[in-house]
């Protein structure tokens, strides 16, 4: 791939009260070693001392001579996760839009690695994924992270092309989780690329999705975000120009994981043994003795039994991950 022929790419930074590891954040952003880059950045009204860490990082980064562009912005008042994300799209000129989180790390050959992908494979995707490390809060290693794509997405792991926000624009509910809906949007419009490099150390228990130890809050809330964008989804295929039987196709689709997540969340935060118990047989059958049925009857039993036995669960995951942090596996 010639100078001439590599697209612009917008590398995006979404911070919130994240002053502990923006800095960090920060550095690997600015650490990339791709051209023609552009760094945004967007704090969202952060509470913190996230927006001054910002703003001292970006005027040393400046002073740099192989600098690339940097847009900063701060939302006047909090806009929440999605609101955040497409105040960043709005300011971005790239072709395509790398995500990045204020918590976590990305390598420095992360927009190269995913700009040449791109272009390899003929600049069709809508959406690219790739690998990631997991790391502790305090940046312990904790093994490799989980496979990601557009059906099972993790957005700091991810790039869109610009025409997932120019087709779509905003949405009923700024505050969900952007992940989610972001990647339906994209798949609406085009293929997926997924790569296997591991490009990102991804923070466990900071996040807004993820904890270490607290499994049902975390599980609740990304059901919740993710009805929220299937039902969002629906309202948006009007938009995707697809033939009527792709429509047909991806109402069903919508409408089963719309169910199943709705079926999730009965059972994850039901006040009621009738109301747990209805959410777990319209989940239908899990395969025994796996950690998904595991899930199911943990969350069906009473709470401080069923959270015991999750606390349990979080126990044997982190000794596990941490094993294989510690083999580099």
């Not at 002053?19 to 954040?25: D, I, K, L, Q, T």
């Not at 969202?44 to 990082?57: F, L, M, P, Y």
């Not at 990045?100 to 390899?120: F, H, K, M, Q, T």
């Amino acid at each position: 791939m010639s100078p001439n022929e590599r697209p612009l790419v917008s590398f995006c930074v979404k911070c919130c009260n994240q002053e502990r590891y923006v800095g960090e954040a920060l550095e690997g952003a600015f650490a990339q070693t791709y051209r023609p880059l552009e760094i945004v950045i967007s704090d969202d009204a952060s509470a913190d001392g996230s927006w001054e860490i910002i703003q001292a990082a970006v005027a040393d980064y400046r002073r740099r001579p192989d600098a690339a562009p940097v847009v900063l912005n701060r939302n006047a008042s909090n806009l929440g996760n999605l609101g955040n994300w497409l105040a960043i799209c709005s300011l971005a000129k790239g072709e395509l839009l790398v995500k990045a989180d204020g918590d976590d790390v990305s390598l420095p050959e992360r927009a190269a690695r995913i700009a040449e992908a791109w272009c390899a494979d003929g600049s069709r995707a809508t959406a690219v994924s790739h690998a990631g490390m997991l790391v502790g809060p305090r940046g312990q290693r904790m093994g490799p992270m989980w496979k990601v794509s557009a059906l099972a997405p993790a957005g700091t792991v991810m790039a869109f092309h610009r025409s997932v926000y120019d087709a779509f624009g905003g949405a009923e509910d700024m505050r969900m989780v952007d992940d989610e809906l972001f990647a339906l949007r994209a798949r609406m419009l085009g293929p997926e690329l997924v790569m296997s490099d591991r490009l990102v150390k991804y923070r466990l228990g900071t996040g807004v999705s993820n904890s270490l130890w607290r499994m049902r809050e975390p599980m609740c809330r990304s059901r919740r975000d993710l009805v929220k964008a299937y039902r969002q989804a629906r309202r948006d295929l009007e938009k995707a120009r697809m033939a009527e039987s792709e429509l047909s196709e991806w109402r069903s689709l919508l409408d089963a994981g719309e169910a199943r997540a709705e079926s999730e969340l009965m059972l994850f935060e039901g006040k009621t043994f009738a109301e747990r118990r209805g959410g777990y047989r319209r989940m239908g059958p899990a395969r025994p003795l796996s950690i998904w049925q595991f899930f199911k009857i943990a969350y069906l039993l009473p709470r401080p039994v069923g959270d015991c036995l999750l606390f349990a669960y979080a126990v044997v995951r982190y000794a596990m991950r941490r094993a294989k942090g510690a083999l580099g596996r």
